[in-house]
């Protein structure tokens, strides 16, 4: 890459630019889109030219406004295709903006790089917004301290093995309701409940890839029944296999008896509830945290 080579093109006042970008999935897909009249490699990606892909003039900034434009394109089957926006594929895919001279691949300037906001589908076509990196100061930051816990279960602050026999089980769907409630066959060697609020991940069929949250597990007879909070916005039938991880309700006792943790535990049990900050001494009664729970004073 050669960013003084294009820079000096530009300055020539006759030049051969054009845009391109590429789109990073969160399930590690990229594609490459140009609003040239011919496909182009740019920054080792691969830019096609058939997708009608066009974007507004990026808006950026000095300080700390988000920098913003918004991408165009045709619903493709090849590239960007509507069941995949419907079922969020794309949803906060990360985005590289660039400037090529395409009489010479390898001159780019890289002029954007933030994520996919809102995506709107019409007629046909779509419209993504594109947020810069300064987005991301317009989340909350920080550690809340509340009773239960506040990391992921498996994630790095966690730390649990979420790999280990006995706390994920592979199998096959064998009937699905409204796209969220499933049963399952020879599957009654887990604890009724032991995978609500954990993990539900499609292996393959046309959703493979899509994660969803528990929301009941139970045990009906010769059958198991799984239903989550929401459908994952894409077709799964019968035959599709799915990896579901138990759960965790992030309080201390689960942490500490159900996946023997509780070294790891990032919450705090023993923080004062509202009702006891608010509540005040009363004469001939005790007035320790003990009775909190029951609005007992100060």
Same mark, same amino acid.
Request: glycine share 8%.
């Given at each position: 890459?050669?960013?003084?080579?294009?820079?000096?093109?530009?300055?020539?006042?006759?030049?051969?630019?054009?845009? %391109?970008?590429?789109?990073?999935?969160?399930?590690? /897909?990229? /594609?490459?889109?140009?609003?040239?009249?011919?496909?182009? @490699?740019?920054?080792?990606? !691969?830019?096609? %030219?058939?997708?009608?892909?066009?974007a507004r003039a990026l808006q950026q900034t000095t300080g700390l406004s988000v920098d913003n434009s918004e991408a165009f394109g045709a619903l493709s089957a090849a590239a960007i295709t509507e069941d995949d926006l419907t079922a969020g594929r794309f949803?906060?895919?990360?985005?590289?903006?660039?400037?090529?001279?395409?009489?010479?691949?390898?001159?780019?300037l890289l002029q954007f790089r933030g994520s996919l906001g809102e995506i709107s589908r019409v007629d046909g076509s779509f419209r993504a917004e594109l947020?810069? #990196?300064?987005? #991301? #100061?317009?989340q909350p930051q920080g550690m809340a301290y509340t009773p239960g816990c506040s990391a992921v279960l498996g994630d790095g602050?966690?730390?649990?093995?979420?790999?280990?026999?006995?706390?994920?089980?592979?199998?096959?769907?064998? !009937?699905?309701?409204?796209?969220? @409630?499933?049963?399952?066959?020879?599957f009654a060697s887990f604890d009724e409940r032991w995978f609500e609020d954990g993990r539900f991940s499609v292996i393959n069929g046309a959703a493979v890839g899509l994660v969803g949250v528990v929301k009941i597990d139970r045990q009906d007879r010769e059958q198991r029944r799984i239903e989550l909070?929401?459908?994952?916005?894409?077709?799964?039938?019968?035959?599709?296999? @799915?990896r579901i991880h138990a759960g965790c309700d992030k309080s201390a006792t689960t942490c500490r008896?159900?996946? !023997?943790?509780? #070294?790891?535990?990032?919450?705090?049990?023993?923080i004062p509830g509202e009702d006891w900050l608010a509540s005040y001494p009363v004469p001939g009664r005790p007035n320790g945290r003990a009775r909190r729970s029951g609005g007992g004073g100060a």
């Open positions: 890459m050669s960013k003084e080579a294009l820079l000096s093109h530009l300055a020539t006042g006759s030049t051969t630019v054009c845009r %391109a970008w590429t789109v990073r999935r969160r399930d590690g /897909l990229v /594609l490459g889109f140009t609003d040239h009249d011919r496909n182009l @490699v740019v920054d080792g990606v !691969a830019c096609r %030219a058939d997708t009608g892909m066009t949803d906060g895919a990360e985005v590289q903006a660039y400037l090529v001279n395409w009489a010479a691949q390898e001159d780019f947020r810069g #990196l300064t987005e #991301l #100061l317009n602050r966690c730390r649990f093995d979420l790999t280990q026999p006995g706390y994920f089980a592979e199998v096959t769907v064998d !009937a699905v309701d409204d796209g969220r @409630v499933f049963t399952f066959r020879d909070w929401q459908s994952l916005r894409a077709p799964i039938t019968a035959g599709d296999r @799915v008896v159900k996946y !023997a943790n509780f #070294l790891n535990f990032r919450g705090f049990p023993h």
